[in-house]
């Protein structure tokens, strides 16, 4: 507390408690999270699958999302962006590697770490798996994930399927 200038100053931590609802999506999702599983919604026009439903409208036909759909575990790296610059609070080891992950099943990507390879050897198309954290540490997040790593298969070329566009 400094009174110097006529001003009271005081640091004081501060915590708020709150309760969010979920909402139908975004639970159906989280509870997934909650057992181990990747689950998204299909639109029941497009038949485009998202992951994660984050809302509750297919922004490309604005027809609410329909069934659940599992998806996953596995997925392929849409894009990456390998990290070289420390910044506050951070925990990874430089360099690391930020990647869009389209899990199998799925038309839209996630973003996550890769790990358990060198950073310069992760590529778009590249293959990766999950790896989860203790259940014990499991909350509905999609940090229950500690990172994906590369499963090893050969790259998948994207593109080249057939399917929702
Ligand atoms: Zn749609």
């Not at 390879?117 to 229950?144: F, H, Q, T, Y």
């Amino acid at each position: 507390m400094s009174e110097a200038d006529g001003l009271v100053r005081l640091r004081q931590p501060i915590g708020v408690t709150y309760n969010w609802s979920a909402g139908p999506n975004a639970t159906s999702h989280l509870a997934g999270l909650m057992s181990g599983k990747f689950v998204g919604k299909r639109c029941p026009s497009c038949a485009l699958v998202y992951f994660p439903p984050r809302n509750g409208v297919c922004p490309k036909c604005a027809k609410i999302l329909a069934g659940d759909v599992e998806v996953g575990p596995k997925g392929t790296i849409t894009t990456f962006c390998i990290v070289n610059v420390p910044f506050l609070g951070q925990k990874i080891k430089l360099p690391y590697v930020a990647a869009q992950i389209l899990l199998d099943g799925a038309d839209i990507s996630m973003q996550h770490l890769i790990q358990e390879c060198e950073a310069e050897d992760v590529r778009i198309g590249m293959r990766v798996e999950p790896v989860w954290k203790d259940k014990s540490e499991w909350g509905p997040s999609l940090e229950n994930i500690q990172h994906f790593r590369p499963t090893g298969e050969p790259d998948r070329v994207m593109g080249s399927e057939s399917g929702a566009s």
